[in-house]
């Protein structure tokens, strides 16, 4: 059986204190679908991984610093949670601009949990329907979205999911969406 994914290149957009859960499944799944996958953080290095936002886990080693690349180099974006991960990216202006470029030119984003905080600083989830972890569900009305609790939400280019729980179906609809907005970057 072919892959869908071959030759797309897909940024993960992560900081200290994301869900390690939420960064593994996903990106395994896109890697096991043929993408190339990189870890872009706000610096180089590695970054703290944490397991129920309380326990450490393991760390993560970032391919990429967000000063250095643009939303041009990739295909496609993913956004884990974790409680202060997006609250770091949240506060970076490369972090935010280099997430809602993605939104802003159509290419697919698949973000989970706390993940929708970025796109919310962004300002790029004004009109469109997502799920996310409840906590910041006010938050992203507050932000001009409509916020559904579902276990997976496709509007348009972004894909979205609200916990843990939900991995397995976020991951095959993110792997959908990046296969049927596949337009890789040369």
Known sequence: MAKELPGLKVAVLAADGVEQVELEQPRAAVTGEGASVDVVSLGEGEIQAMNGDIDKGDKVRVDRAVADV???????????GGTMNPDNL???????????DFVRAGKPVGVICHGPWTLAEADVI?????????????DLRNAGATVVDEEVVVDGNLVSSRNPGDLPAFCAAVVKAFAQARHPVG
């Open 70 to 80: 643009s939303s041009g180099d990739y295909d496609a974006l993913l956004l884990p």
């Open 90 to 100: 949240r506060s970076d202006p490369g972090a935010v601009k280099f997430a809602g």
């Open 126 to 138: 004004r009109g469109r329907t997502l799920t996310s972890f409840p906590s910041i569900r006010t």
